[in-house]
């Protein structure tokens, strides 16, 4: 099994709608992270957590929200999508000092 | 935190070893250099880290010179599945929740 999952792997959504992107991780590591990617482009960071209890903001994290749940759970939300947020998304994780691990990516498109 | 730049593209031919430099002018003492390998639609995945001199693992090795301001990752006999895009990092290794991945070199293997 994969050491990072997200779900779903692909979403279509319409402007203006809620959307949730799940991320879980069998590693066992604290530190969670989402980034997306648009065409062409590198990683942008948009919030990442240290723990349950550590929630920071990235780099772009405006029209976004996430919400850790367990060591192993990390959720990001579009309140209300736009357009705009049609990109890959990733999720990461990764221990005190090592490398992140990338899960598969979850591809959204907003119409 | 420190830039990094690295050329866009580079093509090379199979079984040829791949040079690619970059340049991190402004990196901090407690900065790390790690570079990772992404491929279409999937999550980038870690090949190597270091901090100066060289370091070799059994993908590739990295070599810091004693400024630290470039380093040059280092694909030995690149075959067609090293086709992807490389990132270089540089961050703290301890604090690597900003790090920044900015475009890449997307490295093609020529057949």
């Known amino acids: 099994d994969a050491d990072v999952t997200q779900t779903p792997r692909n979403r279509i959504t319409k402007t203006g709608k809620r959307i949730m992107l799940e991320c879980s991780q069998t590693k066992g590591h604290d530190r969670m992270y989402w980034y997306r990617q648009d065409p062409g482009l590198g990683l942008r960071l948009i919030y990442y957590s240290f723990d349950v209890k550590d929630i920071n903001k990235g780099e772009i994290s405006d029209g976004y929200s996430v919400s850790r749940q367990a060591q192993a759970k990390f959720s990001l939300s579009l309140e209300s999508a736009i357009p705009n947020q049609t990109a890959l998304y990733f999720c990461a994780t990764s221990g005190f000092g090592s490398e992140q691990y990338f899960g598969p990516g979850t591809r959204l498109t907003v119409t | 935190l420190a830039k990094t730049t690295q050329p866009i593209s580079m093509d090379s031919y199979e079984g040829q070893e791949v040079n690619i430099t970059c340049s991190h002018n402004n990196i901090a003492t407690n900065d790390y250099i790690t570079w990772y390998q992404q491929f279409p639609s999937q999550g980038p995945r870690f090949i190597i880290q270091?901090?100066?001199t060289k370091v070799t693992n059994e993908v590739a090795s990295l070599f810091i010179p004693a400024d630290r301001k470039s380093s040059t990752l280092s694909l030995p006999r690149v075959s067609l599945s090293d086709t992807a895009v490389y990132y270089c990092l540089v961050g703290e290794a301890f604090g690597n929740e900003k790090l920044t991945f900015g475009t890449g070199t997307r490295l093609t293997i020529i057949p």
């Open positions: 270091g901090y100066k």
